[in-house]
């Protein structure tokens, strides 16, 4: 599971010792990241929404112009936006389970978007 390692919500992440449970999310430890939480809302409660399959282009696609476009504001190419995604996706690359939290929480630090979420 990857947690955010500061209270204030800023820095990198990294990998924890700490198991999970498959069926169950990782808890939100900063106030920054569980704003993400309240963003994704009911997408939360069911397995197959609050995980993000990065092999599934619709999915991606999804991510890419619900979420980096809309939330984030960003309006870079999508090219640009997908190759962004694609390297979130290579950081959770020993990840079995991308969690979506997690994967909208890196998308926006790396924009320097976390400001958006309070």
């Not at 999970?20 to 993400?36: G, H, K």
């Not at 980096?68 to 504001?73: A, D, S, V």
């Not at 936006?81 to 290579?90: K, P, T």
Request: glycine residues 8%.
């Amino acid at each position: 599971m990857f947690t955010p390692f500061n209270e204030e919500g800023h820095g990198t992440w990294q990998k924890t010792g700490q198991q999970t449970s498959r069926s169950t999310p990782p808890t939100p430890t900063t106030p920054r990241s569980r704003a993400v939480v309240r963003h994704c809302g009911i997408a939360l409660q069911k397995r197959d929404s609050a995980l993000v399959s990065f092999s599934d282009k619709s999915e991606t696609d999804r991510v890419r112009d619900g979420f980096m476009k809309k939330k984030l504001g960003l309006t870079d190419s999508d090219a640009d936006l997908d190759a962004s995604l694609a390297e979130v996706g290579q950081t959770l690359k020993g990840d079995r389970t991308k969690n979506r939290v997690t994967v909208y929480y890196l998308l926006a630090e790396k924009h320097g978007k976390l400001d958006l979420f309070r």
